[in-house]
């Protein structure tokens, strides 16, 4: 008893940090039949343990996620009078845009809609987008695809449902950008993007002649617009539409005059660019002010203006999502997702280029999809790149995406302390403001250049612009992805497959449309040399042995020589044709060979037990070399079999499809 004691009370007494794993409570001469206790070790008390290599790994994807932690760090005083000035500029940009294009969009009563999205996005891009010249904000195209969904046909749009766009539209972002796929854009041609900015445009304008002409109750749909539009013309009213005139005049003479004079560093043209810039704001301000002396003299009636907005910042609530919602909204959702994003990824890499850096497809996707969903918590609707205000953006000198913080405490301040003056803000300024801005995505000239290079490409073009136009946008876009794809499978499962000619004097191969004829040449009429076009995948394999059997019937060669140069890939059915059209040539007594293999098709073509039964050379000449060598050593053998003579190859050109003597 005393020595368990005293064993107990040294343990006790000991350190926890002195246990180890080999102490024990009781000690092996009080009983050795008893095995000692071992008390756990603090390793193995305490969990994983985080090692520098896990702490580098957090850091990269800490980095990636939030490109603000790479400048951060290196960020000085003279970057921040840049970014200063380029953030105060886009917000004096921004404000009046916003409440122009929330009314593209159909917030009647909730015009304030597009003041909400123009801060939550600039504040989450700051943290986690990565190209510094890029404004996200309201958009026309945005306004336009959230009207054409959500709207109910008469240019009004419950805010509620558009709140729900932007929280699923950012959620498939997100989940696009997570999951690398950001090339998936890439599958929308420029032919179809261009059809479908110049419809918008076209659809945006007349969309905005209600506010110049001061007409209500014009439906949203283009046909129904113009009709609505020239009915009700007798109705119009004269003083929004001298307003509507003057301020676009005013606004295109604003635009000009920077191209005139300010392009220099002088005083005057500093003073020149800062009033052409800031255009839009000093039209909204002096017919803002010309309303306002108007309402307060009695007239109320001779200027159509937007009426009340409700001041102070949004409050901080969930969208509404319903079954019904995310039934009729998951296509929409997908489609402004990924218009959303190409907008801004061809913004963002243009001036990338400009300006020398590099931009992360897939982080973009993120950001912009973060940016949408944080904004649906916020009262906002879908953002996106807007390419005018990131033109100034880059004009003002930023350097760092920190802009748009000051971009938003600008538009924050006009919500706090400047709603009253908005009342009496005129709708055909702002019906002028959306008109000159969207006049230059007009690209009718585009049209000529795309049928002197490729005339095919009009026809997904054209289903872009009267899709788009005349039927939903959704509809639009689509039909005229699915038409490009149609061309895009056809090219894949019909290579430009080659028939090349192979010079026995001169042991040279050329295509056949660059043979020249010359009287020097000779080709061998027993050998196919055969180009294929492209990768060996199975739309292309079934047409690619019809072809090669095809010639070989017209023509009877004993040799076929297969340049695979063009070729970087083979699958499962490209492996099993492969086999199948050795099998055939073995029954007609042809030899196949195969040159310019590459490491990745010979490795499947290895696992498929195809090497065995074709001969790979590096090079073509090597392979026509040893074909003709075969045939050679196969024709005296017939020679000495049949006692016969046989003349030499008679000279012969091929020609795709024909050869001639």
């Known amino acids: 008893t005393h020595t368990h004691t005293t064993d107990t009370q040294k343990v006790k007494g000991t350190k926890p940090s002195q246990l180890s794993h080999g102490s024990a409570l009781v000690s092996h001469t009080q009983n050795p039949n008893i095995r000692s206790l071992r008390l756990p070790t603090l390793a193995r008390m305490s969990g994983p343990v985080i090692t520098p290599e896990l702490k580098a790994k957090a850091g990269r994807v800490l980095r990636s996620i939030f490109p603000i932690t790479k400048w951060l760090p290196e960020y000085n005083l003279a970057k921040l009078q840049c970014d200063v000035i380029a953030g105060v500029t886009i917000g004096l940009m921004v404000v009046p845009q916003a409440l122009a294009y929330a009314s593209v969009a159909g917030f009647k009563d909730k015009i304030v809609a597009g003041l909400y999205a123009s801060f939550v996005g600039p504040f989450v891009y700051m943290l986690m987008g990565s190209a510094k010249d890029v404004t996200l904000g309201p958009t026309a195209i945005m306004s336009l695809l959230v009207s054409s969904v959500a709207g109910d046909g008469r240019g009004y749009t419950d805010l509620t449902d558009a709140i729900v ?82 301020c676009i005049l005013a606004l295109l003479l604003l635009q000009e005059s920077n191209k005139w004079y300010g392009g220099g560093t002088s005083r005057l043209s500093r003073a020149v660019w800062l009033v052409s810039t800031a255009r839009n704001a000093i039209i909204v301000m002096i017919t803002s002010m010309i309303s306002y002396i108007a309402a307060k003299s009695g007239d109320t009636t001779s200027l159509t203006v937007i009426g009340a907005v409700p001041s102070g910042l949004p409050g901080f609530s969930a969208p509404h999502l319903t079954a019904d919602r995310l039934q009729n909204f998951i296509g929409a959702a997908f489609t402004i997702a990924l218009i959303g994003f190409l907008e801004n990824i061809a913004i963002a890499k243009a001036f990338a280029r400009q300006n020398g850096y590099e931009v992360d497809s897939s982080q973009e996707l993120i950001a912009i999809g973060s ?40 538009v924050i301040f006009s919500l706090l302390f400047l709603t009253d003056m908005f009342q009496y803000i005129p709708q055909a300024s702002l019906g002028a403001i959306i008109i000159c801005a969207v006049v230059p995505m007009i690209e009718f000239e585009l049209v000529l250049r795309i049928w002197r290079l490729n005339r095919l490409d009009i026809v997904p073009y054209a289903i872009s612009f009267f899709g788009c136009l005349i039927f939903d946008i959704q509809y639009g876009i689509a039909a005229a992805v699915g038409v490009s794809m149609l061309y895009l499978l056809y090219h894949v499962a019909r290579p430009d497959h080659r028939v090349l000619n192979f010079d026995v004097r001169s042991s040279s191969y050329t295509s056949h449309e660059a043979d020249t004829g010359l009287p020097d040449t000779e080709y061998d009429d027993r050998l196919l040399l055969f180009r294929l076009g492209g990768s060996l995948l199975y739309p292309a394999m079934a047409s690619t042995k019809d072809e090669i059997i095809g010639l070989l019937e017209r023509h009877r060669c004993r ?52 090497l065995s039964a074709i001969s790979v050379f590096s090079n073509t000449s090597l392979a026509v070399a040893a074909a003709r060598q075969a045939l050679d050593r196969v024709a005296e053998e017939e020679d000495d079999n049949s006692g016969l003579i046989r003349d030499g190859p008679v000279p012969a050109r091929w020609a795709y499809g024909t050869v001639t003597s």
Not at 191 to 198: D, K
Not at 388 to 406: D, E, H, I, M
Not at 572 to 599: H, M, N
């Open 559 to 610: 040799a076929v020589v297969l340049d695979f140069t063009c070729c970087t890939r083979i699958d499962y059915t490209g492996c099993q044709v492969l086999r199948e059209l050795v099998k055939d040539l073995e029954k007609r007594e042809v030899i196949l060979y195969a040159s310019f293999v590459p490491p990745a098709v010979a490795q499947m073509m290895g696992r498929a037990l195809l």
């Open 165 to 246: 766009l932007s929280f699923m539209a950012g959620a498939v972002q997100l989940l696009l950008g997570a999951l690398r796929l950001g090339f998936l854009v890439e599958f929308i041609s420029f032919p179809v993007i261009s059809g479908f900015t110049t419809s918008a445009a076209i659809t945006i304008i007349v969309s905005e002649l209600k506010h110049i002409l001061g007409l209500h109750g014009v439906r949203q749909s283009f046909i129904y617009c113009i009709y609505d539009t020239f009915s009700q013309f007798p109705s119009l009213k004269i003083w929004d539409l001298a307003m509507g005139l003057v």
């Open 371 to 410: 940016c949408n969903m944080v904004g649906s918590f916020l009262s906002a609707y879908p953002v996106t790149g807007s390419f005018s205000r990131t033109a100034v953006n880059s004009a003002s000198g930023v350097k760092t995406t920190l802009s748009g913080l000051f971009t938003g405490i600008i």
